[in-house]
């Protein structure tokens, strides 16, 4: 008899299970990887939320004010001496200036809800390391214990600049200087940027001048970022004598940054227009720069503006190059001039967090999540944007 | 007169004076058109004319009183500047109203005026790169005229405490010698990058074999875009989350296994960049491997291989060009990444292999320097644009060796 051929098919070799069982296993590490990721991402939003929620609750306490003459040299005679640690200094500080507007006020006494100190709202929401003292405990629990404290809505977080005090530190003064900072990014960067692509792809000759841009482009675009603040400390600062921590020094190094970002973008963006609408125009007996004026950038700009969204909310969340050319600086005033000293949010955060006091950590994770909201929003806005436009030709 | 007066006034008079000499060379050529004669161009180049016309000198003017005022050379008084300013935008303006006939060629003139911009506004990156690398050498060069070469790279103390003292002209023969070894920072910029890659490299790589050859066209254009969002966090918060969330549990977890740790460890901030930098691997692969033609992977499967031997035996070494140039911009990002390690990790050079001792990085020893309140001049001030220097070489060799692999891979196969 013929001896079969010595091949075994499909399941019946020795080898294959063990190679199907390795088969599912490499797409489990697959499965596991990206889940990891994942998670962690759960992790750390739950983590963030969990400790910026508190902040945006601030404890006040009901207290006797005396509002008299003596109040207006020493505010620490408006209220009761075993009170004065319980209340805010920030607002105990504010009460002279109160008299001087509504002298009508002198000579009473009147019950009010009024801002705790720092310690307090942080022993009432039971937070760890707190600080507050004993003695003090007793009475706040005493308080309580009568109605005298409750929890509002922090306005003064989003009203307020930042304060030597945790009770009274806002992201006023850094949201606005945010917004001069990227304005200004956005003034000098999109333009330029814009320019460079079309130039690019549109007109530039096949040389070596035009290669050596290129390649310099994609280099710029993985410098890190903390080289652009030796470059904006050297050049603007120290050369230029653009004043040190101002929004002009930020903005314009934060351009130079994004630049590179918004480059890559637009040219992608001319590049996935056809040849074949350039090629009409010309038939038509329009001019290169009409060409592109009138018929490519309108339809790659769809591309362009997310390119540039996208390079601009990293910019407004880049804080290294920032803290190279000063803009930590400790700012309670909204600046008014591109030319003052500023702050922007990323670099409050990171002021926030370097502070000892435990008021100072959960406004740091609310400083987070407002920055993180605008971020993503800004980022998920520019997804909507290629989703909605995305043509194919 | 401050600066933003200056600068309010310039362009508040330069940008109606603009739009005002658009509208009468427009309205110029259009009147000519209308009396009957045909114009060579359209009427709006000839407007674009007059608006080149003035701005273009007026601006160079400024450039070029700026430019001697920040090199020192004469300095004139604003209101001066600003007078000859307009003045020259107004000469300007009728140099161009006078070309204006039906004849003159004004769209050439135009198209001819705006590649120049164009070409101009590509120099600009250029110069960015000359700016960085001009900044960097030079303070650099000041730094090595103190401190030796070769002590800087081998030298394995950090101790740069004196530099102020001799910095401000108080030093005297019991001041010990600043010591500025960065052997030990560059140590720690190793491990913590050498961390934040065994973390990100797996999880990176093997979500996009997963995205990229099991999932389905849905499934990745939803996973892409979440995973990218670890990538658009900004990194002071990521550095944030390192300090208060990741760094007491890494302490928390070595104590309950008996071992010793510091809050400022290496590896809680390693841990928090390999997440930062999952995206850019995941993505960089992703596309690579999507770029390996399926006519190999059919090859492969017709043998009879299973989807896993054919991603490991074919896919995966066909795309390792490309994987490898996503590793090193990899490692790019992780050298020059700042907030988090300034934020998580320790100030203290130490030269160690423990992850679990404070360690510091180039990047940190950069913010060091520049946020203190020392003298420009001093030593210690500028070892930041040493750090810098190194930091700048190195990131240039990733990415040009990245650059290099890339092109490759596409020759191959696109």
């Known amino acids: ?393 | 007169m401050t600066t933003a007066d200056i600068f309010l006034w310039f362009f508040g008079g330069l940008v109606p004076l603009a739009i005002t000499g658009f509208w009468l060379a427009r309205g110029k050529a259009v009147a000519a058109e209308s009396a009957g004669s045909r114009l060579h161009s359209r009427p709006g180049f000839y407007g674009w004319y007059a608006v080149i016309w003035l701005t273009l000198p007026t601006l160079s003017v400024s450039l070029l009183f700026s430019m001697a005022h920040m090199f020192g050379l004469f300095t004139v008084p604003p209101t001066m500047l600003l007078v000859t300013a307009l003045i020259i935008a107004s000469g300007g303006l009728w140099f161009a109203l006078r070309h204006i006939h039906p004849d003159f060629r004004a769209r050439q003139a135009v198209e001819k005026t705006m590649r120049g911009l164009l070409l101009t506004a590509a120099t600009v990156s250029i110069l960015t790169t000359v700016g960085i690398v001009l900044s960097v050498i030079f303070e650099s060069i000041r730094f090595f005229r103190v401190i030796p070469l070769w002590d800087f790279i081998t030298g394995t103390q950090w101790q740069p405490d004196t530099a102020f003292l001799i910095g401000a002209g108080r030093a005297d023969e019991n001041v010990a010698p600043p010591l500025f070894g960065s052997l030990p920072i560059f140590a720690g910029t190793f491990m913590i990058t050498l961390i934040a890659m065994l973390v990100a490299v797996p999880i990176g790589l093997f979500s996009a074999i997963y995205m990229s050859e099991y999932a389905s066209h849905t499934a990745r254009g939803r996973l892409k875009p979440m995973l990218e969002i670890l990538a658009g966090i900004p990194t002071v918060v990521y550095g944030f989350f390192a300090a208060i969330t990741i760094s007491p549990l890494v302490v928390d977890i070595a104590h309950s296994l008996g071992l010793e740790a510091d809050y400022t460890n290496a590896l809680a901030p390693g841990l928090i960049m390999g997440v930062m930098i999952i995206p850019f691997i995941s993505s960089l692969s992703d596309d690579v491997i999507r770029a390996v033609p399926q006519a190999m992977r059919d090859g492969s499967l017709a043998l009879g291989t299973t989807k896993a031997e054919t991603i490991r035996h074919i896919v995966l070494p066909a795309a390792m060009p490309g994987i490898v140039s996503a590793f090193l911009l990899a490692v790019s990002r992780a050298i020059g990444e700042t907030m988090i390690v300034v934020m998580a990790a320790g100030l203290r050079p130490n030269l160690t292999a423990n992850p679990l001792e404070g360690m510091t990085t180039v990047t940190v020893k950069i913010v060091e320097a520049l946020t203190g309140d020392q003298e420009f001049d001093s030593a210690f001030t500028l070892s930041a644009f040493a750090l810098g220097l190194v930091l700048l070489i190195a990131t240039l060799i990733l990415n040009i060796i990245s650059t290099i692999l890339v092109r490759k891979f596409r020759q191959q196969y696109e």
Do not use: C
């Open chain 1, 1 to 393: 008899m013929n001896k079969s051929p010595n091949i075994l098919i499909g399941s019946a070799h020795p080898r294959h299970k063990k190679r199907e069982r390795a088969d599912t296993r490499f797409r489990w590490y697959g499965l596991t990887a990206l889940g990891m990721a994942l998670a962690f991402l759960v992790f750390f939003f739950v983590d963030i939320i969990g400790q910026a929620l508190p902040a945006f609750h601030q404890t006040e306490v009901r207290v006797d004010v005396h509002y008299s003459e003596a109040v207006k040299s020493n505010y620490n005679a408006g209220i009761d001496h075993k009170l004065r640690r319980i209340v805010s200094r920030a607002w105990l500080r504010t009460l002279p200036a109160l008299l001087e507007k509504q002298p009508e006020l002198i000579g009473q006494t009147r019950t009010e809800w009024v801002p705790a100190d720092s310690r307090v709202d942080q022993y009432i929401k039971q937070h760890e390391g707190h600080g507050l003292k004993e003695k003090y405990q007793k009475t706040v629990d005493a308080m309580a214990a009568q109605g005298n404290i409750r929890q509002v809505f922090n306005a003064a977080f989003f009203s307020s600049g930042d304060s030597k005090l945790p009770e009274n530190a806002g992201i006023l003064a850094a949201a606005v200087g945010s917004v001069f900072t990227l304005l200004l990014t956005m003034l000098v960067a999109v333009p330029i940027g814009i320019m460079t692509a079309i130039y690019l792809e549109e007109f530039a000759p096949d040389n070596h001048f035009t290669r050596m841009i290129e390649v310099n482009i994609n280099n710029l675009a993985a410098i890190p970022s903390i080289l652009y603040g030796l470059l904006g400390l050297a050049i603007f600062i120290n050369f230029m004598g653009v004043p040190r921590s101002s929004a002009l020094a930020g903005g314009l190094t934060l351009a130079l940054m994004t630049l590179p970002i918004i480059i890559i973008a637009t040219r992608a963006a001319l590049r996935a227009v056809p040849e074949s609408i350039r090629e009409a125009a010309y038939g038509l007996g329009a001019s290169s720069l009409q060409t592109v004026w009138h018929h490519v950038l309108p339809l790659a700009m769809p591309g362009i503006l997310t390119g540039s969204i996208i390079g601009l909310a990293q910019a407004m969340g880049e804080t290294a190059p920032l803290i190279i050319v000063g803009m930590m600086a400790y700012i309670p005033e909204p600046s008014s001039s591109i030319l003052d000293a500023t702050t922007v949010l990323p670099a409050q955060v990171y002021t926030w967090s370097t502070e000892s006091l435990r008021g100072y950590a959960e406004r740091t994770a609310a400083g987070i999540l407002v920055l993180l909201t605008v971020l993503l929003s800004l980022n998920a806005l520019a997804v909507a944007l290629r989703n909605r436009s995305q043509q194919n030709w």
